[in-house]
């Protein structure tokens, strides 16, 4: 997997385990799920995203998106 996959499956887990959280315990859960939205519609824009910064350093095949 590169670099673009595992941002975009992780961020995708966050989001649901938000859903789950606040269906399940509290709405403000679903504040996460909207930092992961923002985040995701500003790293389009700018091609900053902390995750893939993370995941260059160890190692991570890089994909074309976060160069």
Not at 24 to 31: F, V
Not at 42 to 67: N, S
Request: glycine content about 10%; aromatic content about 12%; hydrophobic content about 60%.
């Amino acid at each position: 997997m590169n670099i673009d996959r595992v941002v975009m499956a992780f961020a995708g887990t966050v989001v649901l385990a938000s859903i789950a959280l606040g269906y399940a315990l509290s709405p403000y859960w679903l504040l996460l799920g909207a930092f992961v939205g923002l985040n995701l519609l500003q790293a389009a824009f700018t091609g900053f995203c902390p995750l893939a910064m993370i995941l260059r350093k160890i190692g991570v095949t890089p994909g074309t998106a976060f160069q």
